[in-house]
């Protein structure tokens, strides 16, 4: 990461994009307007083929917050991610993703949150977004009161927060000390490292309003991924075991990481089905019962 400290932003948002031509207007608008004065946006264009690289120039200049474009040949989401964070100045760092839009004060109010808590990472509730106009709270799972303390003092945190990288921010300093990054060609990438990296933060604080909107229903988006890579998952649940280790004797650990990897699995399902092999939904299946009875003997009669 860069550090000018003499004109450092407050924070810098991190925008991976790749073919969003569609969607990037209003992402970036949306970050554009942000109510916070002291706001870094760096775009990293992984290799667009369609209109994004054009719609990026004439993003660049205009009113409101300047943008910084760095472009890259394709190397997925998590490379992308990890060159926006060498390139960033930022005293806290965020993460919006170029087909989703954020509301003007989301990341006012997570700094201001994150600064009067003295909290090394915030994250807040996000919105759900259709095409119909439908629309789903994104909750943040655990009473408010829970927040404000780190991992090792409550363990539900971890369940409360999400493994989504975008609806938080995360303090510089926290990044820099755990020598974070995002594994580079896997598809998870949140889940296998987000959940570690709150573990190591001093606390976790909360802003309980939906800043954060998501879009559903984007042909082409990874979440709805329905081939052979869903197997990735199982190194993603790797991870988070491997990252929460260090808390074993912490009281209630060993429920939660038990919960995360299991919502984590069985989230995988529906991608499954849409991918109309029998084969591979069989092997899925029992791949998924197969790890939950090694790692986590006796979970079926607690789920």
């Known amino acids: 990461m860069n550090n000018n400290s003499s004109n450092q932003p407050l924070i810098s948002v991190i925008v991976p994009a790749y073919n969003v031509g569609p969607y990037i207007d209003k992402c970036l608008q949306t970050l554009k307007a942000q109510s916070l004065d002291s706001v870094e946006i760096i775009v990293v264009d992984d290799g667009s083929t369609d209109d994004t690289p054009d719609r990026l120039r004439a993003l660049e200049d205009g ?4 943008i910084r474009i760095v472009r890259q040949e394709n190397a997925g989401l998590s490379a992308a991610r990890n060159t926006g964070m060498a390139a960033a100045n930022g005293r806290y760092i965020g993460f919006v993703d170029g087909d989703d839009w954020v509301s003007p004060e989301m990341f006012e109010k997570l700094c201001h949150q994150a600064m009067v ?14 095409p119909d106009g439908k629309r789903k709270r994104i909750p943040l799972r655990i009473p ?25 921010i995360y303090a510089r300093d926290l990044i820099e000390r755990e020598s974070f990054s995002f594994p580079d060609g896997k598809l998870f990438e949140d889940s296998a ?3 570690g990296l709150l573990a190591k933060a001093n606390r976790v604080s909360a802003v309980d309003e939906a800043l954060y909107l998501y879009r559903m229903d984007r042909a082409g988006a990874i979440t709805q991924v329905a081939d052979p890579r869903v197997f990735h998952i199982f190194e993603s649940c790797d991870s988070i075991r491997n990252s929460l280790a260090f808390l074993e004797h912490v009281s209630g650990i060993r429920e939660v990481t ?11 399902f529906p991608a499954v089905r849409w991918s109309r092999s029998p084969i591979l939904s069989v092997k899925f299946t029992h791949e998924t019962l197969g790890y939950l009875d090694s790692h986590f003997p006796g979970w079926r009669t607690r789920y």
């Open 193 to 195: 490292v987000i959940y």
């Open 117 to 130: 808590t003295d909290s090394e990472v915030v994250v807040c509730a996000g919105s759900k977004r259709w």
């Open 258 to 268: 038990e919960r995360l990897v299991r919502t984590h699995l069985f989230a995988r």
């Open 63 to 66: 009113e409101g917050h300047p």
């Open 144 to 168: 408010m009161e829970q927040y404000g303390s780190s991992v090792s003092s409550d363990p539900e945190i971890l369940w409360g927060g999400h493994s989504y990288a975008w609806n938080k």
